[in-house]
């Protein structure tokens, strides 16, 4: 018997029939699948207790991908290496280059890193100004912003300055709201986790992935390599939140949303077909 633990997707599922060529002697019918998505004792029983088998139609569609990105790739560093290379060579002084490489992933990245870069050479800085004042509504302060919100001419911005620093009382017009909702975030996925880990911890992609990839395995998140957001309905959120429960940070945070008794599972997002969303596993000390 052959029980392949490998990760699920396609090229995972690949993967597979790579291991199955290399062990000979092993009759298709004894050759079985699990499938899981984090280091869990309850994930790791699941897949062992519901062995699938793997599935030959995702490992031919990583085929035909390869070999679909191996000719393109040939046609193209061919064209182009005929076409640009003398001229790449003296613009950019590339003495010893002999060839320009395509990817199909690779150029059109190349040329999204090339555009941001002609934007950023050409941004011109300029000032702008935006005249905010604060008004006392009694023992209320409230701060109230120009109506055309903002403008680049500095003379005008002085203008408005001065004329306000005289005016000594304001009257109260109109007031409206606008009633807005926020809804609740689908599960994170891998774009999302980097865009998070950029903004928010000033990470770069490559560091990122390297932290993530040791957090799953270490046990503390699930795959980190997934497009999907919508969490699978057999997803047990309430045991997720217990294993927060404990936390001396959110900790508490966690328990109060157990004992409220309204945990439901979130129904948005979208199913990609490969892992389930990023998720916390177990609590990560301090």
């Not at 409220?260 to 596993?281: E, F, L, M, Q, Y």
Request: glycine residues 6%.
């Amino acid at each position: 018997y052959l029980a392949l633990w490998l990760d699920c997707d396609k090229e995972g599922e690949n993967i597979c029939f790579e291991v199955m060529s290399l062990c000979n002697g092993i009759p298709h019918d004894n050759v079985y699948r699990a499938h899981f998505s984090a280091l869990t004792e309850q994930e790791i029983r699941y897949a062992f207790n519901n062995l699938g088998r793997p599935d030959k139609h995702l490992a031919q569609a990583v085929d035909a991908r390869q070999e679909l990105d191996l000719k393109i790739g040939c046609t193209f560093t061919r064209l182009m290496t005929r076409t640009f290379l003398a001229a790449a060579t003296e613009k950019f002084r590339l003495r010893e280059q002999r060839c320009l490489s395509y990817g199909p992933c690779q150029t059109p990245t190349l040329w999204f890193c090339a555009e941001r870069h002609k934007e950023i050479e050409n941004f011109k800085r300029r000032d702008v100004f935006r005249p905010k004042a604060t008004v006392m509504f009694g023992e209320w302060p409230v701060e109230v912003d120009w109506a055309e919100k903002e403008t680049f001419d500095a003379g005008r911005a002085r203008a408005i300055e001065a004329k306000a620093a005289t005016i000594t009382r304001a009257r109260f017009k109109d007031w409206t709201s606008t009633p807005k909702t926020a809804r609740r975030p689908v599960g994170l996925n891998t774009v999302q986790m980097l865009k998070a880990a950029s903004t928010g911890l000033g990470m770069s992609p490559a560091q990122c992935m390297k932290v993530a990839e040791h957090l799953y395995s270490a046990g503390y998140i699930s795959y980190p390599r997934t497009e999907t957001t919508k969490y699978s309905d057999t997803f047990d959120l309430a045991g997720a939140l217990r294993e927060q429960a404990q936390h001396p940070t959110w900790g508490k945070v966690a328990s109060y949303i157990l004992k409220s008794g309204r945990v439901r599972n979130p129904t948005s997002g979208k199913d990609a077909g490969d892992h389930p969303p990023i998720t916390p596993i177990r609590a990560a000390p301090r």
